[in-house]
């Protein structure tokens, strides 16, 4: 365990996600939940066919078959109380939903303070929903390719895997460090993807897309992201060509998605895509918050499905299950 690169690797695996350096304290945790797939039995590159969106309309068709009226560019702009009790939703398009139930899988943070408000619980619970940590050092790099890149002394059937640039972990918190002052590194850590050398369905023939996550991006930088966007996007496309030299011929078209971007486009609050940190104080019987842990609010009829609650984030559906069989334990209200 003593090879800087294994031990870059592994690094990487506790802290993608995180505002954390390696050496935080906290790490050990994060690193354990990275691995709950592996305890299902999942080990390597694990890819949707079609891309992660497939998740989501499998989903959609499922639950269609069983008579379930989705509604998409619908946004909530509100939930509405009668009392204590939960009564339905106002769109933002002024539309009025009625409903016995409300289950959020917006971020615990927005659903209590944006679209309940805080005024509407109780002060202690309040208090407690302002103190939830939503801090996210990652941003995500997108790149269309006209050709496959060429990574010197790889295969193109390696180029299929994960390909991590963390050569150790002093540099994994040597670009943690400047996050701490809201600025830019300058050779960050990346964990790319070229999810069309697996899945000929993503792009059109001969053509890739390579996407990276970046840790570590700033939520706000001194300055704005419209002042650093740019220089960061070429820091990081100049890093990857060190590994794949002739990539910036390649390039088509390339967007960087910062933490404030995944927040304005997602409604995740600091871009946080556990919907809060996974940090010991806000995981288990603490998440999102002590009294809220059971995927029930402290409002009748207000239930949290989403990331926000246990166990956290990522694309495993856990949470989302749990609370499904939670409201049908509690049964339906009247
Ligand atoms: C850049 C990035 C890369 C990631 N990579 C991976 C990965 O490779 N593997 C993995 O397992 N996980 C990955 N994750 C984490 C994973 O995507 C999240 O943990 C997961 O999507 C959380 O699922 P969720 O359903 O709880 O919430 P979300 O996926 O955040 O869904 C919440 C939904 O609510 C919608 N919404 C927000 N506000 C409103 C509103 N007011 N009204 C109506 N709808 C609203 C949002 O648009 C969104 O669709 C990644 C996350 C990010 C940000």
């Known amino acids: 365990f003593d090879n800087p690169l294994l031990q870059g690797a592994v690094s990487v695996d506790a802290v ?35 891309g992660m969106g497939m998740i989501g309309q499998a989903l959609a068709g499922s639950a269609q078959n069983e008579g379930v009226d989705i509604r998409t560019t619908a946004k909530v702009a509100n939930i509405n109380l009668d009392g204590s009790c939960v009564e339905g939703v106002t769109l933002e398009s002024g539309e009025r939903i009625t409903a016995p139930l409300v289950i959020s899988n917006v971020d615990p943070v927005t659903t209590f303070t944006s679209l309940l408000g805080l005024q509407n619980i109780e002060t202690g619970m309040a208090r407690r929903v302002s103190q939830i940590r ?5 941003a995500k790099l997108h790149i269309a390719l006209n050709d496959l890149p060429q990574f ?50 993503l792009t059109s023939p001969g053509k890739h897309v390579l996407s990276a996550l970046v840790q570590y991006a700033p939520y706000s930088p001194v300055g704005g992201w419209h002042q650093h966007k740019q220089a960061f996007t070429n820091v990081v496309i100049d890093l990857i060509s060190q590994y794949a030299p002739g990539l ?22 600091g871009g946080q895509w556990h ?29 949290l499905c989403g990331a926000g609650t246990h166990p956290g984030g990522n694309i495993m559906g856990l949470a989302g299950s749990n609370a499904a069989a939670e409201v049908i ?6």
Do not use: W
């Not at 939503?134 to 990652?138: V, Y």
């Open 248 to 269: 910036r011929t390649q390039i088509v078209a390339s967007e960087l998605c910062t933490p404030a971007d995944l927040e304005q486009d997602y409604g995740m609050t």
């Open 329 to 334: 334990k509690r049964g339906n209200p009247t």
């Open 152 to 201: 010197t002394g790889l295969t193109d059937e390696q180029l299929g895997h994960r390909l991590i640039i963390a050569p150790d972990m002093n540099y994994i918190e040597r670009a943690f460090n400047p996050i701490k002052y809201r600025e830019c590194c300058s050779a960050p850590v990346l964990d790319i993807s070229i999810s069309s050398v697996n899945d000929s369905t």
């Open 134 to 138: 939503n801090n996210s050092g990652t």
């Open 275 to 303: 919907h809060g940190e996974l940090t010991m104080d806000q995981v288990l019987m603490m998440r999102p918050f002590p009294g809220c842990s059971q995927y029930a609010s402290a409002v009748d009829g207000l239930f």
């Open 16 to 50: 993608l996600g995180t505002a954390m350096g390696p050496r935080s304290p906290n790490t050990v945790f994060t690193y354990l939940h990275r691995l709950v797939g592996a305890s299902y039995g999942y080990q390597g590159v694990s890819q949707v066919t079609g």
